[in-house]
């Protein structure tokens, strides 16, 4: 979701809860819904409460999923510039090729995986690639003591990169069960309309009380549903620590 979409459906939401207030104003009288907040007053508090609990726990929820995602995207890259530094061990040709296929690995991340993760779109080219740095890596000869341990620290940083790259696969295709998507907006509707049925003799207050009630509730709503997708939205993890690598990798 774009940020002018975002705007639009903020926008449309309060002007929304506007209406239904002008309408209730209307058809039921101020001085009626008055005694409404004597009697269930109380209980539209708690239902505000417990509303505003649950989605202060959902926004601290997908929050916490896309900082995991920023570290496991930042130690993906830092993993496979790692490899290219300590590819300077090895024998030739395996450290030309391990090299080489370094750079392929984050200018592929960054030129072809990122936009179509963007696109909600399945791509394993680097995957590709990382599987011909095993290959590669696997006919390596540890005829030196540099050599052999060049190879095993090598190793640990493939396979730290694997983890975060399988992290990586996860987050693109988690989402927010329907059931909770249900809940959330069925809270957001029965919120909204007990603080539209109040009764309130100043107009322009329960106005001003109903359009700031609504546009926190669907501005977390609409937070919670972009975070919640860290690759592709308004709000999404950028690719920027493999570029940084890939500048570092290229320099001579």
């Known amino acids: ?23 209730l104003n ?3 009288p101020i001085q009626n819904r008055k005694i409404v907040n004597d009697v269930t007053g109380w209980q539209l508090g708690v239902l505000g409460t417990t509303y505003g609990v649950i989605l202060g726990f959902m926004l601290y929820t997908v ?13 993906e890259a830092t ?31 960054v030129d072809v995986e990122w936009p179509a993760m963007q696109q909600q779109h399945e791509d394993h080219a680097a995957a590709l690639v990382l599987s011909q740095m095993w290959e590669v890596l696997g006919r390596a000869q540890a005829d030196t003591p540099l050599a052999a341990n060049s190879i095993d620290h090598i190793q640990y940083a493939m396979s730290t990169l694997s983890e975060r790259r399988n992290m990586r696969e996860q987050q693109r295709s988690n989402r927010v069960p329907a059931l909770l998507w249900v809940l959330l907006l069925l809270g957001a509707g029965a919120t909204i309309l007990s603080a539209c049925v109040l009764g309130n003799d100043k107009k322009w207050l329960h ?17 919670v549903a972009d975070l919640a997708r860290p690759y592709d939205g308004a709000v999404a993890v950028e690719p920027s ?7 570092l990798m290229q320099k001579p």
Do not use: H
């Not at 929050?63 to 130690?75: E, H, K, P």
């Open 207 to 223: 106005y001003c009380q109903v359009t700031a009630l609504t546009f926190v509730i669907i501005t977390t709503l609409v937070a």
């Open 26 to 28: 209307r058809l039921w």
């Open 79 to 109: 993993s496979m510039l790692n490899v290219y530094r300590l590819a300077t061990g090895l024998p030739s040709p395996q450290r030309e090729e391990i090299r080489e296929l370094a750079r392929r690995y984050e200018s592929v991340v």
């Open 63 to 75: 929050w916490g999923g896309f900082r995991s995602a920023q570290i496991d995207a930042n130690l």
């Open 1 to 23: 979701m774009s940020y002018l979409q975002s705007a639009l459906l903020i926008g449309v939401s309060i002007v929304g809860s506007l209406i239904l207030v002008n309408v």
């Open 241 to 247: 620590a493999f570029s940084r690598a890939l500048r």
